[in-house]
């Protein structure tokens, strides 16, 4: 999923063919990969809506997957509903960029803990916040300010619609959370499974 990758893959067997490598094992090789942990990856267990996790991170990177991501929602008469944070003690300026861009793009934003650090997370999630209400979010409507990240995908997930894109962008394939305290661990991708089996969606089912 996504041009990028498409474009990964291509740059790929360009430098095989100068390698001088076979064409046909290049191919196979290509068929045999199911994709990168935490970039794009699609997480399905037989529910209505799509999910997808990515390590969008910045507003361009947030808005470029977005806008990646829209035909297929709209395709399946469904809309974008984005779950992100920022992480804290770092650039503090891209905040309410992101919230804007999340705004301006999805029917539903869902504000979540990333990497707070020593801040204080709902500081974090409010400077957010700006920029989505800004795009016409309003808070308890379709912008939602959860912290706790199992939290914000359950609330994400149970507010999804058949044909929507949701996704959960900012910790891609990363195996923590910080806090002031230290790491917590964290899996985005189980995390989203284990939502899904909450709400009935078991894999292989």
């Not at 944070?85 to 891209?94: H, L, T």
């Amino acid at each position: 999923m996504g041009r990028f990758n498409v474009h990964n893959a291509l740059a790929v067997v360009a430098l095989g063919e100068v390698l001088a490598l076979d064409l046909d094992a290049m191919v196979a090789g290509l068929a045999g990969v199911a994709g990168v942990p935490g970039r794009m990856e699609r997480i399905d267990q037989g529910q209505p809506f799509t999910v997808v996790v990515d390590y969008a991170h910045s507003p361009a990177a947030l808005e470029h997957v977005l806008d990646l991501l829209a035909p297929l929602a709209a395709a399946r008469g469904g809309g974008l509903i984005t779950l992100f944070g920022s992480a804290g003690e770092r650039d503090r300026a891209k905040r309410p960029i992101m919230g804007r861009v999340a705004g301006q793009r999805s029917r539903l934003v869902v504000l979540a803990d990333e990497d707070p650090r020593g801040e204080e997370p709902m500081t974090i999630l409010e400077e957010i916040a700006r920029g989505a209400r800004d795009a016409g979010r309003r808070d308890g409507r379709d912008l939602f300010l959860l912290p706790d990240r199992t939290a914000a995908i359950d609330a994400a997930f149970e507010r999804a619609r058949p044909g929507d894109v949701v996704l959960l962008a900012g910790k891609g394939h990363e195996r923590s959370i910080q806090y002031a305290d230290g790491h917590r661990p964290w899996d985005e991708a189980a995390a989203a499974r284990a939502a899904l089996a909450r709400l009935g969606y078991e894999a292989g089912s």
